[in-house]
């Protein structure tokens, strides 16, 4: 894989993380079951780690979007 097609893989998984972030987070304010709560947490964590790393091989690479 080029370095291209790399970045657009990580644009394309940082988009998927941030909707996946905002669509656990609407959850989580609609549920009151504590133990579903606590699982959705993990969860929401798991996935800012990652979007986290996702976003900082995207700044290490510096690249721009055509």
Same mark, same amino acid.
């Given at each position: 894989m080029d370095e291209r097609?790399?970045?657009k893989?990580?644009?394309r998984r940082e988009k998927e993380l941030l909707e996946r972030i905002e669509?656990?987070?609407k959850? $989580?304010? =609609?549920t009151v079951e504590l133990?579903?709560?606590g699982f $959705?947490? =993990?969860l929401l964590e798991e996935a800012k780690?990652?979007?986290s790393m996702v976003q900082e091989k995207l700044s290490s690479m510096g690249m721009r979007e055509d």
């Open positions: 097609a790399y970045f893989e990580l644009r669509k656990m987070r959850t $989580m304010n =609609e133990n579903t709560l $959705m947490s =993990e780690k990652e979007l």
